[in-house]
């Protein structure tokens, strides 16, 4: 990690490469859907542990109110992450915007061990510039700043890149503030009907948008690479249906609607097959693949036991899946090729499914299952051998961060959906709330590409 | 009111027909078939005194195709012993009604992953409509179905509901 001493120099021979990050964020992808409710974060466990930060309220250099509460933003995604513990506003002496303001020894008596202080300035009606720069208190001495352009409607993003770029310089790890999540949420209505959403939201639960509704179920929601796509199961019509998704323009296609089982979609690494799970007239579920473009289908195991939830190693020649085929469900691993073996992963509990790779491909995170106690663990790949990261009773559906430091998941509380989240060394666990209904089935999207 | 098993039979597969995807339980079927019946098999077992009589093997019988839940054990698909006698009847009545038509549900508890429980349902529809077939049904009389833990009968995490949510419903159509 460098840490760099004058930081407003190396903000501005910086400049460049970051006013063209600041203008990656693109307009709204779905515009035209309707808003959902949002999520909230708890963080559960691990608190004790957070490090002290103070994110100090952004200077405003414009006309009227501040365009937006950037520092606002910043404090509560370092704090949902479980790793900072940022400082309220009030509790601060002293709120300073530029460097010359910083006196470190108040802010060591407040016991805070690094600072974030910035700007936003609007550059005409709809560009802003925001500038920060990250302090060790302890040390008296810049760490890293930048400066990064944005629209009006980009602002909340801008925010999370920074929180990113903070993250990544204390912890060493790309921050994931920038990502989003997908979920179904369920809403139970008076009349005993059920309304099924797939819904999209930034990985803070905010700005939340539905991507399909039904009052059939909807499931097994997966990213394509490029995060432009969603493939989902619908039981629309009473049969269910693999379809995909593009998100900016809502154009959706049914690409498997086979007799019997049509389940578990998951795009290649590359983003042209998908690996689903089909039962066609024979009524037992294999894996296949499909080439999206050709429309070729692959069968790739004939087992007659249940052969289901494929995800695809990070290299795309293999896929893990949850297979009964030894008695209770166990993962393998099968490559792509055509006649390759199944191969066995898991043997620590009675129950192993839904395996989902780490990003770097060495973990598999699963559904464990042991006296009636359903929670999330991680097996490593090379040994085969489990930590238990959760303590729910029916936790399931993990899905990694795509900075590999996170899982998120679906449990209950007190009867309702909920979604929650562990660090992948078990320490820092997060509930994420929905305001109404239940939630289930969440999946983290890619980092976002320029 | 009592009806002739043979009415029942028959008014049930066109009532069945009508009424779409609920579970319609033949009983509703036999209320209707008091009225003019059309299928030329209603009157053969009417007493003298006019009301319609029905012997205890019928009764049975009746019984047992009101019966349109079948139930199973965590993680399996084997059909256990005391389904047998309502799967034999309902396979006996598809055989003797070929254009009867019969979707089958399959259903999982929510415990475990959800996709996984989508392969337990459609494997427990499979066992039904294999034993189903085994008394004369064909394979064209059937479509299945499976929501794994997605439609539960009743809400609730303990054992109660658990048991009954592990199920296959027999949906006629």
Known sequence: MVRVAESEAVARSRRSRLSLLGLIVAACAWCGTA??????????????????????????????????????????????????????TRDMVSRPTQAAQVNFQQWRTLETDYLVIGTLTQDGPENFTATFQLFD????????????????????????????????????????????????????RTDGSKQYRLIVSDADGENAQRVAESTQPLLSPSWSPDARRIAYVSFEGGVSGVYVQTLRTGTRERVSAR??????????????????VLSRDTGNLDIHT?????????????????????????????????????????????GTEPGARA??????????????????????????????????????????DLQVLTNGRLDE?????????????????????????????????????????????PVWGPFPRP | MRHAFVILLTAATLTLTACGRDNVVPEDAGANSN????????????????????????????????????????????????????????GQFLARNANSQLRLEGHADERGSREYNIGLGERRAQAVRRVLMLQGAAGTQFTTVSYGEERPAQTGSDDEAWRLNRRVELVYR
């Open chain 1, 397 to 441: 559906s993990p899905s990694f961060a795509p900075n590999g430091a996170q899982i998120i998941y679906a449990t209950t509380q007190n009867g309702r959906g909920v979604l929650a989240s562990v660090s992948t060394d078990g320490r820092i666990k997060t509930q994420i709330a929905s305001v109404a209904g239940d939630v289930q089935e």
């Open chain 1, 35 to 88: 808003a959902e409710a949002q999520l909230n974060i708890t963080i559960t466990e691990g608190q004790d542990a957070a490090v002290p930060i103070a994110v100090v309220p952004f200077g405003w250099q414009g006309t009227g109110a501040p365009a937006f509460d950037i520092a606002g933003v910043v404090s509560a995604d370092l704090g949902s992450s479980g790793r900072f513990a940022p400082m309220a």
């Open chain 1, 137 to 188: 208190v302890v040390r008296g001495e810049a760490l890293t700043g930048f400066r990064l352009q944005a629209g009006r409607a980009d602002l909340r993003r801008t925010a999370h890149r920074i929180s990113d770029m903070i993250f990544q310089e204390l912890t060493g790890i790309p921050g994931v503030f920038s990502t989003q999540i997908a979920y179904i949420s369920l809403e139970r």
């Open chain 1, 290 to 334: 499909l080439d999206l473009s050709t429309q070729v289908l692959r069968q790739l195991t004939t087992d007659a036991a249940i052969d289901t939830e494929p995800t695809w190693s990070t290299d795309g020649r293999s896929i893990y899946f949850t297979s009964d085929r030894a008695g209770g469900p166990q993962v393998y691993r099968v």
């Open chain 2, 35 to 90: 009225g003019a019946n059309d299928a030329g098999l209603s009157t053969d077992r009417q007493g003298n005194d006019g009301v319609i009589t029905e012997s205890p093997l019928e009764a049975e019988q009746r019984r047992l195709m009101q019966q349109l839940v079948v139930y199973f054990d965590y993680d399996e698909a084997e059909i256990l012993p005391e389904f047998n006698a309502l799967l034999q009847a309902h």
């Open chain 1, 343 to 384: 191969q066995r992963v898991t043997y620590d509990r009675p129950y192993n499914a839904r395996p989902r790779i780490s990003p770097d491909g060495k973990q598999i995170a699963v559904v464990v299952g042991e006296n009636n106690r359903y929670q999330i663990g991680i097996v490593n790949v090379d040994n085969g």
């Open chain 1, 259 to 276: 007799a019997g089982v049509n389940s578990s979609p998951t795009f290649s690494p590359d983003g042209r097959m998908l690996a689903l």
